[in-house]
């Protein structure tokens, strides 16, 4: 699945890094331990957390993830949403809490 079909299904925000939307999404990371994600991410995983700031994209271009969604209508900070840009590493937001989106993206991932 690419992360521009996760943007369309969910009905995600695009806040930035448009131009990852044709990235392939190979699984998904739950967590806002930014230790933990990058201990336990995998390339190509969507990254689901309520953390804002810029070191979660300096954690999303090392591990390469697809994309980071961002909860609770979340949305990040200026020099995060800029450095999301120049990766090319969508930063998505939804209104929905973690649990919920969590269970629709298993399901789309693996149905």
């Given at each position: 699945?690419k ?6 299904k969910?009905?995600?925000?695009v806040?930035?890094?448009a ?32 953390q ?5 994209m ?5 591990k390469?993830?697809a ?7 979340q949305?990040?900070?200026e020099d995060?949403l ?16 973690t ?9 789309l991932?693996n149905c």
């Amino acid at each position: 699945m690419k992360v521009k079909e996760l943007v369309e299904k969910l009905n995600l925000q695009v806040l930035s890094g448009a131009e990852g939307l044709d990235r392939d999404i190979e699984g998904c990371y739950v967590s806002d331990l930014l230790s933990d994600v990058m201990g336990n991410a995998e390339m190509g995983n969507v990254w689901v957390t309520l953390q804002t700031h810029k070191n979660v994209m300096a954690i999303a271009s090392l591990k390469e993830l697809a994309c980071v969604v961002l909860v609770k209508g979340q949305t990040a900070s200026e020099d995060t949403l800029e450095q999301s840009n120049e990766e090319g590493i969508p930063f998505l937001s939804t209104t929905m809490q973690t649990y919920e989106t969590v269970g629709k993206i298993y399901q789309l991932l693996n149905c």
